[in-house]
């Protein structure tokens, strides 16, 4: 087990140097991911102030989507991308002959790819609150807290599975970007992240409740 840890950190510790080398491009992709929350927020507000019997209020509204960038950003990986790369160019064959695991390897990966984006985030979530800190609404006890972090733990678990079990078709298909952009449709649609599931109708919402992307962002 120490042994393992110690390849992790190894593998964490060379990818976070090369997220060094992008991070204006880290810091690009998460203003471009916010201003894109906020443009739904703001049409969802839109919404609900031109609906009767609209089933979210303008708190809930601006509290979903803000909490729902950080959520996103824990729970994202891009374990499909790597293997898709890896196979392709038969970088992954040099796997097997490595003394560790390539999950091991593309976990670590994830997490200096996370570590630098949530790096970038920390001194803009606090603008955007300050923006919007009169419909903000935050409350719960802590063991609701303790439960809304356990969430994002068991989201990131869940994801980081889907991609690599999904990612195991690049063996069979030439060109996996079609798959995984249907799949990325779907992501956007049923995990919440556009369109908060307590919106759906009766329908979408059962759906929703048997696909696995509601826990990427919608549940926790």
Not at 85 to 99: A, H, I, Q, S, Y
Not at 165 to 191: A, E, H, M, P, Q
Request: glycine share 6%; hydrophobic share 55%.
């Amino acid at each position: 087990m120490v042994n393992i840890h110690k390849k992790f950190l190894a593998v964490y510790k060379a990818w976070w140097q090369e997220e060094l080398e992008y991070r204006v491009a880290s810091f690009t992709w998460i203003i471009n991911g916010l201003i894109g929350t906020l443009f739904i927020m703001v049409l969802w507000l839109t919404t609900a102030k031109n609906s009767q019997g609209f089933p979210m209020t303008v708190s809930q509204i601006v509290t979903y989507f803000l909490l729902s960038v950080p959520v996103s950003r824990l729970t994202q990986v891009w374990s499909w991308n790597n293997m898709e790369e890896k196979v392709r160019d038969g970088e992954f064959t040099n796997f097997l002959l490595k003394p560790f695991s390539y999950l091991t390897f593309d976990l670590a990966e994830n997490f200096a790819r996370q570590s630098m984006r949530l790096l970038t985030l920390v001194p803009v979530i606090p603008l955007v609150y300050l923006f919007f800190r009169n419909d903000v609404q935050l409350t719960g006890s802590f063991f609701v807290w303790l439960l809304f972090v356990l969430a994002i733990i068991l989201g990131l678990v869940v994801r980081f599975w889907y991609e690599n079990v999904l990612g195991i078709s690049t063996f069979w298909l030439i060109d996996v970007y079609g798959v995984s952009g249907l799949f990325g449709t779907l992501s956007g649609i049923f995990s919440g992240s556009s369109i908060p599931l307590a919106v759906m109708p009766p329908f979408l919402l059962t759906v929703a409740k048997l696909l696995p992307f509601r826990f990427f962002t919608s549940f926790p």
